[in-house]
C-alpha cells in the first residue's frame, strides 16, 4: 500500500523535551497509544549526530506502531535514516530538489500557510501533502499568518493530494477542521503540553470517526 494512503488522521509534531529525548520518547509512545498516525522530528537545535541518532530512534518506534515519520525541514537526514518522509517550508528549497534528494517514495509535505496557488504549485511539483495554517492562536508560532476554514473546503476541491490543518487546534475545535476538508490534524501543544497524552490522542483521533466528512 502506498504511504500516502496513510496520511489522514492525528498528526503529532515533536519539540524538544527539556527533560531530555528520553522524556520526548515516552510523550511520543503514549501520543502512538492514543492513535498518532504520523509523527514530525522538528528541532531545530545544532548538533547533527545527535540529531541523526534521535530520528532514527523514533523511526522504529512509529513503525512498531504502524505509524509514519516524517522529518521537519532537513531532506538530508531523512535520506540518511529512511524516514519515511521530510516536511519543508517556504525557507527550505523547492519540491523537485527536495525529491531529487529523498528519492521517490518518500514522502514530501509542503507548508502552504495561507496560500492555496502554494498549494496547488506544490502538487504540481510532486508533494504528497499540504499544509495550511494557523487556523486558531499557536504557542509555538503566535506570530504566523491566519488561514480562513473556508481556505481548506477550496483546497479540497482544487487539489487531488491529502490536506493538513495546524495552528491552535484543540479537541474542541478540530473538528470544524475536519468537516471542512482537513484530511489531518497537526498538533504540538495540544498533545505534548497536557498530563495525559494517550487520552487527548484517543480525543482527537475519535474526531475523524465522528465527523460527518462533505469529501470522501
Not at 518506534?61 to 538530508?76: F, S, T
Request: glycine fraction near 10%; hydrophobic fraction near 40%; charge should be neutral.
Amino acid at each position: 500500500m502506498p504511504k500516502t494512503r496513510e496520511l489522514k488522521g492525528l498528526y503529532a509534531i515533536t519539540q524538544p523535551h527539556p527533560a531530555g529525548f528520553n522524556a520526548l520518547m515516552s510523550q511520543v509512545e503514549a501520543a502512538l497509544a492514543g492513535g498518532v498516525r504520523v509523527v514530525q522530528y522538528r528541532d531545530k537545535q545544532p548538533g547533527e549526530a545527535r540529531r541523526r541518532s534521535e530520528s532514527a530512534a523514533l523511526l522504529s518506534l512509529c513503525h512498531q506502531h504502524d505509524a509514519l515519520l516524517i522529518i521537519n525541514d532537513d531532506a538530508g537526514l531523512a535520506r540518511s535514516i529512511g524516514a519515511d518522509g521530510v516536511h519543508v517550508g517556504k525557507q527550505d528549497g523547492d519540491t523537485v530538489s527536495v525529491r531529487n534528494r529523498v528519492g521517490s517514495d518518500a514522502i514530501i509535505g509542503v507548508s502552504c500557510y495561507n496560500r492555496l496557488p502554494l498549494a496547488v504549485a506544490a502538487q504540481k511539483a510532486g508533494a504528497d501533502y499540504v499544509a495550511f495554517g494557523r487556523f486558531f492562536p499557536s504557542l509555538t508560532k503566535p506570530e504566523a499568518v491566519q488561514a480562513d476554514i473556508n481556505l481548506l473546503t477550496e483546497a479540497k476541491q482544487s487539489l487531488q493530494i491529502p490536506v493538513v490543518a495546524i495552528g491552535g487546534i484543540t479537541p474542541e475545535n478540530g473538528a470544524t477542521l475536519i468537516r471542512a476538508g482537513a484530511d489531518m490534524l497537526a498538533v504540538i501543544n495540544g498533545i505534548f503540553g497536557v498530563p495525559d497524552i494517550t487520552s487527548r490522542c484517543r480525543h482527537f483521533s475519535q474526531l475523524f470517526e465522528i465527523s460527518e466528512r462533505p469529501f470522501p
